[in-house]
């Protein structure tokens, strides 16, 4: 059974469509990018996959449908936001006491030890933390929440390198088990990449790129060529080209890697590369 799977998903706001027709399958065990500019309809997926919206079309999570049966979903999904949502005068042990009685999977040992490994005090108030604590808190109860599925919407907007490493070092090593799904939006996509198992590019309500990683590496070249050899490189179609110090670099979807090598040095193109290319041309 898919863990996400959606049918000409669709949700429009007055005149503005926000899904159009999407069709998205998400396995479980992977951890999937879902990955667009602004307005391209990532939140309206997240919050129609979540229950948090009507939509049209067939959606099931993990079997159910959200916006019928959230309550039942909720106890195998978790969900942490670009916002925090703890309110600023509750202290950390308050927090580990209201997540512990309302959610039946919570493992407060867990959390605590999560917990330990931070600067986080528990006596302390949430708005005494720094935004990259108050984030490590709200990743420490929900790992410490037995859920088959997390979605992520921009988890580390506002943190610094360290605080985003971290975080999803934190994501791979103590949550992450090959079984449970994860699903992240963010606009920092080089620093996801190393994570990923699939991606989707999503862009105006469509999905324009769904593919896994290992798909992804042997589906795409970079070319680096010298300007004499530009315009044979051209002749091979590339979907995106740009300069870079006097050389020109193309990409090229499903080429002969081997043809390329002709021609200059070819490269496997990182995910941001592909977004510009992907993404760039359809706006």
Request: glycine share 8%; proline share 3%.
């Amino acid at each position: 059974m898919a863990c996400i799977d959606a049918r000409g998903l669709a949700k429009a706001y007055k005149t503005t469509v926000a899904l159009d027709g999407v069709d998205l399958t998400v396995e479980e065990g992977r951890i999937v990018g879902l990955i667009g500019p602004n307005g391209a309809g990532k939140s309206t997926a997240l919050q129609a996959i979540l229950g948090l919206t009507e939509y049209q079309g067939e959606l099931k999570v993990l079997g159910r449908d959200p916006w019928a049966e959230r309550d039942a979903l909720m106890r195998d999904v978790c969900f942490i936001a670009d916002v925090a949502v703890l309110p600023r005068w509750m202290r950390v042990w308050q927090a580990l006491d209201y997540v512990e009685g309302v959610h039946p999977r919570f493992d407060r040992a867990k959390a605590e030890t999560l917990l330990a490994k931070t600067q986080i005090q528990t006596k302390s108030r949430v708005r005494e933390l720094s935004k990259g604590m108050v984030t490590q808190l709200h990743l420490a109860l929900v790992m410490a929440i037995d859920a088959r599925l997390l979605v992520l919407d921009e988890p580390t907007l506002g943190l610094d390198l360290l605080y985003r490493k971290a975080f999803y070092d934190s994501l791979l090593n103590d949550y992450f088990d090959g079984t449970r799904t994860i699903l992240v939006t963010t606009h920092q996509v080089e620093e996801v990449q190393h994570i990923l198992t699939d991606v989707v590019f999503l862009n105006r309500g469509k999905v324009v790129l769904d593919c896994s990683m290992e798909a992804f590496e042997s589906r795409y070249a970079e070319l680096l060529v010298g300007p004499d050899r530009v315009d044979e490189a051209r002749t091979y179609r590339p979907i995106h080209e740009r300069q870079l110090f006097g050389r020109t670099i193309l990409i090229y979807d499903g080429a002969d890697r081997a043809r390329l090598a002709t021609m200059g040095e070819v490269r496997t193109p990182s995910l941001a590369d592909i977004f510009v290319a992907v993404i760039g041309g359809a706006t």
